[in-house]
């Protein structure tokens, strides 16, 4: 069993930055690969990056390339997602998730394990 917590979202201006982090509980974090997925008002949750347990995978989708990065840090059982320049599109409630599967990290109902869900807000 693996409890998330979302921690660093907020409002920030376009062009900005924020990072968030997503705490996880248990002895086998680096077991785990880990995403951030994100859900806009009246859209579907969608992915937008994910990290290998090792962190030496990373998989990201297209509209936030160059712009964010995700990262591990297995001694303190966190991952962190660094977004910049900032646009209103990415407006969304950011959720972190982990699974031991690495078959199919773009798909989140490959994940058995979710956060609760920290908003990012972005005004123009």
């Known amino acids: 069993q693996v409890q998330l917590v979302e921690s660093g979202g907020g409002l920030v201006q376009a062009g900005g930055s924020l990072r968030l982090s997503c705490a996880a509980s248990g002895r086998t974090f680096s077991s785990y690969v880990m995403a951030w997925f994100r859900q806009a008002p009246g859209k579907e949750r969608e992915f937008v990056s994910g990290?290998?347990?090792?962190?030496?995978?990373?998989y990201e989708t297209d509209s936030v390339k160059g712009r964010f990065t995700i990262s591990r840090d297995n001694v303190k059982n966190t991952v962190y997602l660094q977004m910049n320049s900032l646009k209103p599109e990415d407006t969304a409630v950011y959720y972190c998730?982990?699974?031991?599967?690495?078959?199919?990290?773009?798909?989140?109902?490959?994940?058995?394990?979710w956060g609760q869900g920290t908003q990012v807000t972005v005004s123009s």
């Open positions: 990290i290998s347990g090792s962190g030496g995978r990373i």
């Open positions: 998730a982990a699974d031991r599967s690495e078959t199919d990290p773009f798909r989140g109902a490959a994940y058995d394990y």
